[in-house]
Structure formats: structure tokens, C-alpha cells
């Protein structure tokens, strides 16, 4: 089957920096993204890894290892705004267009 | 640039009746995702519409569920004799064609089944 496992919760401190972790089971794909989603909001997009490495967009980054299948989303200088959860998604390439998403991460950022 | 837009936000509806939600996808993005959201759940994917297409419905159940996307006018999500499993919020995402791996996500509709 195919599925992507994350923690369900991560605490850290205003300014910290985060790791939200996200390992798969899927035959192949053709990217990891992530996005995140604020309570009675919507998902917005972050950040998405078409190859291995890491990709940074402002405080947040994005990391991708095929070869060990897992991702992360780093999250740095941490703001009470970022408190929401967080889902990393990928689209199986074995046919079928659907997004898998993970279950999410919900973050709190105290003060 | 007005993003996805979802209508109604919020429905109501007896057991047995039919809902149906309305996605209008962000100009120029032409495929258009349903996804259904429990509380503190992840997004299930449902189906994958084009213009006048379904691409990929293999989330969406066997009875019950349609959804299409017609030449002219928003993508519609049709729901019939609905049961108190269906409450949800229900969102839609689009994209374009190149960029499938980022999409953009309406506000949702938050169905309730009384």
C-alpha cells in the first residue's frame, strides 16, 4: 500500500528552530510536498522536493533522501504564527493521479 | 487574482437529502481535486476532474458520490441520501497542468448531517 507517516504532535519555543519528519511506503512518486493548514482554514502549499536535497524558502526548508524514504520540513526562528499542522503529500506515479497526504503534524509554538 | 472559491462554507443537511458543493478553481488553472477532511484527519483524496473530464476517481465512493466539472460553470460535488458519515469539510484544489504538485486549496464547505 502506500501511506506517509508523521509525528501527530511537535512542541518547541518562540524562536527554536523544528524538524517535522514524514517517512513513505509508496513505489514511487514523483515529489514530496508539503503544506499547512491552520485551524478552520484551508492547506496552503510551502514547499515541494522533485529530487533529493534540500530546498529552502525563507525560514522554511524542505528536505527529500529516495534512497531512505523520508522527508522533513524544517521550520526556523519559529513564531506563535506558525502553530498549525502540517502534511506532506505525494503523488504515487503508478498510474492514477491521486495525492496521498499524510495524517499531519500539529505544531505549538509556546512563548 | 481571485483564488479557489468554495461555496456554500457551510451546509446543513437531513439524512437523505442531497448536498451539493460548488468550486470555481483559480483563474487559469484548468484540474480541479475534491478532498474530504475529518477532524483532526488528514485530507483524503476523492477525484481528479479536468474540463469535462474525470481523470482519477478511485477516492471517491461507490454510491452515493459524483462529482463533474463542466465546460462553463464551477465543478460540482454531489452528494445523495446523505448519511451522518458524510459530515466533513469537503475541499477543493486546483492547479495547472505543469505544476500538479502545488495546489491550491478553496476555503472548504463543512457539511453536517443531522
Known amino acids: 500500500g502506500q501511506s506517509l507517516e508523521q509525528p501527530s504532535e511537535v512542541t518547541a519555543v518562540e524562536g527554536a528552530i523544528v524538524q517535522i519528519n514524514c517517512t513513505y511506503q509508496?513505489?514511487?512518486?514523483?515529489?514530496l510536498s508539503w503544506y499547512q493548514q491552520h485551524d478552520g482554514g484551508a492547506p496552503t502549499f510551502l514547499s515541494y522536493?522533485?529530487?533529493?536535497g534540500l530546498e529552502e524558502t525563507g525560514r522554511f526548508s524542505s528536505f527529500l533522501s529516495r534512497s531512505d524514504s523520508y522527508g522533513y520540513l524544517l521550520l526556523q526562528e519559529l513564531q506563535m504564527k506558525d502553530s498549525a499542522s502540517y502534511f506532506c503529500?505525494?503523488?504515487?506515479?503508478?498510474?492514477?493521479?491521486?495525492?496521498?497526504f499524510g495524517a499531519g503534524t500539529r505544531l505549538f509554538v509556546k512563548a | 487574482n481571485a483564488g479557489v472559491m468554495q461555496n456554500p462554507r457551510h451546509l446543513v443537511r437531513r439524512r437523505g437529502q442531497e448536498a451539493r458543493l460548488r468550486c470555481s478553481p483559480m483563474k487559469g488553472h484548468s484540474h480541479v481535486y475534491w478532498y474530504r477532511q475529518l477532524p483532526e484527519e488528514g485530507l483524503k483524496f476523492m477525484v481528479y476532474l479536468q474540463k469535462e473530464n474525470i481523470i482519477d476517481e478511485s477516492g471517491m465512493p461507490k454510491e452515493r458520490f459524483s462529482a463533474e466539472f463542466p465546460k462553463e460553470g464551477p465543478s460540482i460535488l454531489r452528494i445523495q441520501q446523505v448519511v451522518r458519515g458524510d459530515s466533513a469539510a469537503y475541499f477543493c484544489?486546483?492547479?495547472?497542468?505543469?505544476?500538479?504538485?502545488?495546489?491550491?486549496f478553496g476555503p472548504g464547505t463543512r457539511l453536517t448531517v443531522t
Open positions: 522536493n522533485a529530487l533529493d
Open positions: 503529500a505525494v503523488t504515487p506515479n503508478t498510474g492514477g493521479f491521486k495525492t496521498i
Open positions: 509508496t513505489s514511487g512518486f514523483y515529489g
Open positions: 484544489a486546483s492547479s495547472t497542468a505543469q505544476d500538479a504538485y502545488e495546489q491550491y
